[in-house]
């Protein structure tokens, strides 16, 4: 890093990777109920993987290190008048908790939120400090 944190960067990157968490989620959200012809070819949701950027004892934020895949398999389905089906007549279905994804959408959105009132307060702080010195 260049210089110390300020409370400027803290919040800005605190944004970066909610940003990051929200479209993780959306494309989550977006693949919910596609299908494929194969268990490999099956949508998996994603999640971030936050690790934490120290500048000094008690300054930190928050990078995305990466995006984990999920682990879970898809739900195999048995449609063989479905066009992607398999030569037995399967289809596999996205592994995407609609419910839970909404969930983390909602929590995300908060959390960003938190960050922009950080970032407006701290502007508001700075331009009054300013004004005293008038």
């Given at each position: ?49 936050f690790m934490p950027v120290t ?80």
């Amino acid at each position: 890093m260049a210089g110390p944190m300020s409370v400027f960067d803290i919040a800005g990157r605190a944004m970066s990777a909610q940003l990051v968490r929200l479209n993780t989620t959306a494309s989550n959200l977006a693949n919910a109920g596609a299908v494929s012809g194969s268990e490999a070819g099956a949508f998996r949701s994603m999640k971030p993987v936050f690790m934490p950027v120290t500048d000094a004892p008690g300054v930190a934020t928050v990078k995305v290190s990466r995006i984990d895949t999920s682990q879970v398999a898809p739900t195999k389905r048995h449609d063989p008048a479905h066009p992607l089906a398999d030569k037995d007549g399967n289809v596999w279905e996205a592994s995407v908790d609609s419910a839970a994804e909404m969930v983390e959408m909602v929590e995300t959105a908060r959390q960003y939120q938190n960050n922009v009132q950080v970032l407006q307060t701290a502007k508001s702080l700075t331009l009054d400090t300013l004004r005293l010195g008038k």
